[in-house]
């Protein structure tokens, strides 16, 4: 579980133990994860990991095996901003790339030969709306939001044969950190939003969880959009 310390990846990890998992939690945020996994007792371990790098992804995947099977993981982790494409320079690029995409990347790839070795299982890449359609300053975050679902058909693909299944998740408005602070708790705001409120990361956690149990073993290759209606259509006026 990556991007575990906080928001999405926390509510995740708690959802994940809930169902008799044990959650293998990663995040650069070492303060905020430990004090997280500590609250899940002996069902999490907290390690620190840049999903960047594939030093730390085999570290992860390592201790991982070490606990039983590998037959779930969640690519939850992310960085996002907003700019005008005329704003965004190849650095800045480059960082959320390593992050949002190659983090992504490096995960599918660490844990197909374990997962495929323990009998199959799943793996949930997080997207977003901004993977499925174009969003205003978003040339940076939802260009690798994109690509996470491309490379999710991918690798629904070529890990099918495998007994591996690989879906996308793309959220919409959701209640955590990334979310900007001055629209926490104002419901006014998301008036294009047809259910007329922002989501909660529980209700992320529940779908991931749902994508990789056995109660979705013939789905793989699908994008899952969790948005409370935003992308169903024009939202209605007054």
């Not at 990334?178 to 989501?199: I, Q, T, W, Y």
């Amino acid at each position: 579980m990556t991007g575990a310390a906080r928001g999405q990846g926390e509510a995740e990890a708690r959802k994940f133990v809930e169902e008799g998992a044990f959650v293998v939690m990663g995040d650069v945020l070492d303060e905020e994860g430990e004090v997280v996994a500590a609250e899940l007792g002996d069902q999490a371990v907290y390690l620190h990991h840049d999903v960047s790098s594939p030093e730390d992804w085999s570290q992860v995947v390592a201790a991982a095996v070490e606990q039983g099977p590998l037959r779930a993981l969640v690519n939850n982790a992310a960085i996002h901003w907003t700019a005008p494409i005329a704003d965004e320079t190849p650095e800045s690029l480059r960082r959320i790339w390593e992050v949002n995409y190659l983090g992504t990347y490096l995960g599918i790839q660490s844990v197909a030969d374990p997962m495929a070795g323990a009998g199959g299982g799943g793996i949930v890449n997080i997207s977003s709306i901004a993977g499925m359609e174009g969003i205003a300053h978003h040339s940076a975050y939802g260009g690798t939001k994109w690509a996470v679902r491309g490379l999710t058909k991918v690798a629904a693909i070529e890990l099918g044969p495998r007994g591996i299944r690989v879906n996308s998740i793309h959220p919409g408005p959701i209640e955590t950190a990334m979310l900007s602070s001055d629209r926490h708790g104002r419901p006014e705001l998301f008036g294009h939003v047809p259910l007329r409120r922002a989501g909660v990361a529980s209700e992320v956690a529940d779908l991931a969880c749902y994508l990789v149990s056995d109660a979705s073993s013939y789905q793989t290759g699908h994008e899952y959009i969790i948005d409370g209606g935003s992308t169903a259509g024009i939202p209605m006026r007054g």
